[in-house]
């Protein structure tokens, strides 16, 4: 029987969304000196050129194959790797740009079986820029930037299927999830960018002695794309909340009409007290009170620290909002 080759892949994003800074750090991104990053696309069509244009900090491209011979798998190996970025600083009318620091691949050796193979690749990097600040353990004055980085793991089986997870990841910049066929299927539920300048160096990185469990969400609908765009477009200065782990956004029965924007952070869903779904970065709620008798039909509970936005029902297009809800609608009845 002749031997048969398939490959597959899995790809992260890794940007950094507005406001997702804190503190001093942020100073420089208000001022226009660096940026901020607009969303990556919904298909991943050119890697290498949303690097090149500087709309990534980097990327983790696992990409890899098996050969099969009667139905086992005889041999295997990584194709991908790691792609990292620059940070563009602009100075009255001068933009420099400083490449960052890439970190070594790391590419553990596959666990392979008679009929799967799993591969796990790291890859990381930081800014070439220093930026000094004060760290709660010694040296006490972290210099340089703290590391951000993925942890993919993509499985082969022998017939061609494939599976794939983000087992590990840096607490900060967002981190998106695509699949082989480059659409975006995943991201990254948490930013906590106090944590990651704070800790995120030295041993506490693969590079050191530790990784970072990673907790992912499902990906918004096209629809609440637009809606997002709506509540945070240039000069609409949306009021932003931030939530402890077990706050609650909306009680079910209490009278409101604000309409929010996830920003951050993971939600339960309950219903009658059950929990019902998790929602994360880049959903819409609250349209149904919007447009019922402003009575909320829903609980939402952060699963994690959390930050959305708050719009008035005004903001947004009716149109959109009754598309919106009848697909939440939907989403109940089927719970």
């Given at each position: 029987?002749?031997?048969?080759?398939?490959?597959?892949?899995?790809?992260?994003?890794?940007?950094?969304?507005?406001?997702?800074?804190?503190?001093?750090?942020?100073?420089p991104?208000?001022?226009?000196?660096?940026?901020?990053?607009?969303?990556?696309?919904?298909?991943?069509?050119d890697?290498?050129?949303?690097?090149?244009?500087?709309?990534?900090?980097?990327?983790?491209?696992?990409?890899?194959?098996?050969?099969?011979?009667?139905?086992?798998?005889?041999?295997?190996?990584?194709?991908?790797?790691?792609?990292?970025?620059?940070?563009?600083?602009?100075?009255?009318?001068?933009?420099?740009?400083?490449?960052?620091?890439?970190?070594?691949?790391?590419?553990?050796?596959?666990?392979?079986?008679?009929?799967?193979?799993t591969?796990?690749?790291?890859?990381?990097?930081?800014?070439?820029?220093?930026?000094?600040?004060?760290?709660?353990?010694?040296?006490?004055?972290?210099?340089?930037?703290?590391?951000?980085?993925?942890?993919?793991?993509?499985?082969?089986?022998?017939?061609?299927?494939?599976?794939?997870?983000?087992?590990?990841?840096?607490?900060?910049?967002?981190?998106?999830?695509?699949?082989?066929?480059?659409?975006?299927?995943?991201?990254?539920?948490?930013?906590?960018?106090?944590?990651?300048?704070?800790?995120?160096?030295?041993?506490?990185?693969?590079?050191?002695?530790?990784?970072?469990?990673?907790?992912?969400?499902?990906?918004?609908?096209?629809?609440?794309?637009?809606?997002?765009?709506?509540?945070?477009?240039?000069?609409?200065?949306?009021?932003?909340?931030?939530?402890?782990?077990?706050?609650?956004?909306?009680?079910?029965?209490?009278?409101?009409?604000?309409?929010?924007?996830?920003?951050?952070?993971?939600?339960?869903?309950?219903?009658n007290?059950?929990?019902?779904?998790?929602?994360?970065?880049?959903?819409?709620?609250?349209e149904?009170?919007?447009?019922e008798?402003?009575?909320?039909?829903?609980?939402?509970?952060?699963?994690?620290?959390?930050?959305?936005?708050?719009?008035?029902?005004?903001?947004?297009r009716?149109?959109?909002?009754?598309?919106?809800?009848?697909?939440?609608?939907?989403?109940?009845?089927?719970?």
């Amino acid at each position: 029987m002749a031997r048969e080759r398939h490959e597959s892949s899995v790809t992260s994003v890794s940007w950094i969304p507005s406001e997702a800074i804190e503190g001093l750090s942020k100073i420089p991104f208000e001022m226009g000196v660096t940026h901020y990053d607009q969303p990556p696309p919904d298909r991943l069509v050119d890697l290498e050129e949303l690097r090149r244009t500087d709309r990534c900090r980097e990327a983790n491209e696992l990409r890899a194959f098996v050969e099969v011979e009667d139905g086992r798998i005889v041999g295997n190996g990584y194709l991908g790797r790691g792609h990292i970025g620059a940070t563009t600083v602009r100075i009255g009318p001068a933009a420099i740009r400083f490449p960052a620091l890439h970190m070594p691949d790391i590419q553990q050796p596959p666990e392979a079986g008679p009929t799967s193979v799993t591969f796990v690749q790291t890859v990381g990097g930081r800014m070439g820029i220093p930026t000094p600040r004060p760290v709660a353990r010694k040296p006490f004055i972290q210099f340089w930037p703290s590391l951000a980085w993925t942890t993919l793991e993509l499985t082969i089986n022998a017939d061609g299927s494939a599976a794939h997870r983000l087992v590990g990841a840096s607490p900060f910049p967002r981190h998106w999830i695509y699949d082989e066929d480059g659409i975006l299927v995943e991201k990254s539920g948490v930013v906590d960018f106090s944590k990651w300048a704070g800790e995120a160096f030295g041993a506490r990185t693969p590079w050191g002695e530790v990784d970072s469990p990673a907790v992912v969400s499902a990906v918004e609908s096209e629809l609440e794309r637009a809606m997002s765009a709506q509540i945070m477009q240039k000069g609409a200065k949306p009021a932003v909340r931030q939530l402890a782990e077990g706050a609650t956004l909306t009680t079910q029965g209490e009278a409101a009409t604000e309409v929010y924007l996830i920003l951050d952070g993971v939600f339960a869903v309950e219903v009658n007290g059950e929990p019902i779904a998790e929602i994360g970065p880049g959903a819409v709620v609250g349209e149904r009170a919007a447009l019922e008798g402003g009575v909320r039909t829903a609980t939402l509970r952060a699963v994690t620290k959390a930050r959305v936005a708050e719009a008035a029902p005004g903001q947004l297009r009716p149109v959109e909002m009754d598309m919106l809800a009848e697909t939440h609608r939907r989403e109940h009845a089927d719970a």
